[in-house]
């Protein structure tokens, strides 16, 4: 029996040709705009500063509940740049933050690059060999973990509680030596899923964040 003529996929389209030639504009449009000289953490700042009472985050796990608008969010951000800056890290220095989701973790991403640092975002579900691989690898001096978490003990590294650092005393108009104001400084890291060999990090620049 003869074999069924394989079909050339290229010869077909799954939306209207109106449609198709719209998103090829909108693509070649993307792809010609000028490089955006705004961080990553702007736009928050923007925010917090026109609507600073509108509702920034909700978070909803086993009954418990927290809301924060822009405010008090933008608020917890300094309270982790103000830690850092305290801690004398170099500019763009990696901070690796092992933390489930909850606002407390978006402060500090926001924190870490306010404090002109990038963030290494490590979920703490991850096999303690992959967590200790990504922060030994990112040369990530400064973890912000939560407290009930426990993180692998061969890390030679400063570990520090999200509830503490921001609970804490912080001064939170000081501002940071390295405030995060460079389009082309690294925001943060990311490391691959390692199935084909060790994980391994990718940089991202606030620039190509902004952008995607």
Known sequence: SERPQALDWRRYRLVSE???HAAEQDWQRLTEAAATEECLHHGFGRMAEIN???IAVVWNERGQRLQLDYRQLSRRANAVAG????LDPAREEPVAVVARWH?????AMLGILRAGCAYLPVDPDYPRARIAHMVRDSGCRIVLTMEDLELPGELEVRCFALDVVIGGEADLE???????DDPGGLAYVIYTSGSSGPPKGVMVEHRAAVYS
Do not use: E
Request: charged share 25%.
């Open 174 to 180: 000081a501002m940071p030596k390295h405030q995060g």
């Open 18 to 20: 109106a449609d198709y």
């Open 103 to 107: 606002p407390d973790s978006i402060a």
């Open 83 to 86: 830690f850092l800056a305290t």
């Open 52 to 54: 600073p009472d509108r």
